[in-house]
């Protein structure tokens, strides 16, 4: 699921600021409570703006970078919770380095630009990127937008999981069938003598019933050497 959307609560919170200096980074900010954040973009284009808005409504800012180089290592080391983009027009690269966060730490990515080229904000959706915001940079309405980014990023990390389960028991499955089918073909068993029997191995040995069809298949495939 994806947001492109144009522009979107104040709740301003009192909270108090840490400020803490790291390596390659123009300043890590961290404040108690709320969603955390690492904060990357563009000075000419709103990346101040977010900078100074996202405490109001609780997120901690983990860290704000001028440039995309050591983005990676930002959220890989700080693990946030949402990755926070501000640029004016989003290039190739970026949308590449983006994609590798994605890829390797997956997170809620919410994108503010000004650059609102159909062919880039298709190439975003592919690319992972949970929102694209055109002209957005509105302080009472950048909460209202990244609440629901993160809830679309989660909804769809919930789909895929449920895929990857769906595909997961039905592989499992082709495995059992296939283990039954040796015990069937070998030693003149019926399909549920050899289910039970893939069962007992199963329960004997503390394996899952997969497990078990698998080591029968490679014994199976040994043999057949």
């Known amino acids: ?37 690492v904060l990357v973009g563009d000075d000419d284009f709103g990346r101040q703006d977010l900078e100074s808005s996202l405490p109001e409504f609780g997120y901690s800012v983990l860290s704000v970078l001028e440039t995309f180089e050591n983005l990676e290592y930002s959220v890989s080391s700080l693990d946030p919770a949402i990755v926070i983009v501000a640029l004016y027009k989003p290039k190739d690269a970026v949308l590449k380095v983006l994609a590798e966060v994605n890829k390797s730490f997956p997170k809620p990515i919410v994108l503010f630009t000004k650059h609102d080229a159909p062919g880039v904000i298709e190439q975003s959706v592919r690319l992972g990127i949970s929102a694209y915001v055109v002209d957005g940079i509105e302080p009472h309405r950048i909460d209202s937008i990244i609440r629901v980014a993160v809830a679309r990023f989660y909804e769809q990390q919930r789909l895929r999981d449920e895929l990857d389960e769906t595909k997961s028991k039905l592989e499992e499955r082709k495995v059992i069938e296939k283990a039954k089918g040796i015990l069937m073909d070998q030693r003149g068993m019926t399909e549920s003598v050899a289910h039970g029997q893939l069962r007992k191995m199963a329960m004997d040995k503390g394996e899952t019933l997969a497990g078990i069809s698998n080591q029968v298949i490679d014994v199976f495939g040994l043999l057949q050497k």
């Open 1 to 37: 699921m994806f947001l492109a959307i144009r522009w979107v609560l104040w709740n301003p919170i009192d909270l108090r600021r840490v400020f803490i200096k790291m390596n390659k980074h123009k300043e890590i900010k961290r404040i108690d409570g709320g969603q955390s954040v």
